[in-house]
């Protein structure tokens, strides 16, 4: 064999092993959500919105060149569909459950704070704003009100025995609380509040001011995903974001 046809030989071998890697390199990163103003959501003129898009798109897309695709479920199918790799992302808590088939970032890109609603006129309306812990509301023998595949929820309320009802859609518990199907309801003021006025139950529901806890939302990735390791720039990007103020200028937007 000539020493010609070996190189070609030899790079046409080295292609094949290389050609995959460089495909899936290209391949856009496809994330779950939600819809859920203000984080995420598609506009009347079909245009998507919201601080977690934005931020997101900001990070990735824009300044590491990740091609992105955002596909809407119910939130409870997006966490089945990282597990299982019909995305490769999701943007949330990370939770030991969750951390079983996904890597997290190590910063978190937003923190929210989680408030205490209740329904006006509720019968113990006084002892529940002086709620400052979520143990109390066991000892007080209270429910809350959630949706379908809220991690946090299981992890920090659920698992001390408090009394919990679940809807399969955010707005639904709303409607729950209104109705007096449960007594209280743990969520972040901005995401609550203009779905409280298109609901018009902006009189009926009352936000106490008491902030319970703070949840860090992280990128979390499919183990198996292509696209792995890009989590190490993700954080180093979301800190000079977080630094040149884009995170607190998007925030401020909505």
Known sequence: MS??????ILLTVLFCFRHPTTNAEQLPLRIAYPTFT???????????????????TEALQKRMGIPLVWRPFPWARCQQHLKNGRV??????????RLFYARSSKRPFYSK???LFTYNNHPRIDQVKQINEIIEIKAMELAVITYSGNGWHKTNVQS???KTYESSNLENVWQMLAHKRGDVVIEWPPAAKPTLKR???EKEILDTGINLSTIPFHLLINKKSTHLSLLEEFDTVINQMQQD??????????
């Open 199 to 201: 609901l018009g139950l």
């Open 88 to 97: 490769d992302a999701i943007l949330t808590f990370p939770t030991p459950e």
């Open 160 to 162: 001390l025995g408090i």
């Open 113 to 115: 704070s989680q408030h």
């Open 38 to 56: 203000p984080f995420h959501w598609i506009d009347e003129s079909g245009e998507m919105k919201g601080i977690f898009y934005d931020i997101i």
């Open 3 to 8: 020493t010609k046809k070996l190189v070609l």
């Open 245 to 254: 103020g884009t995170i607190s200028s998007i925030v401020d937007r909505y």
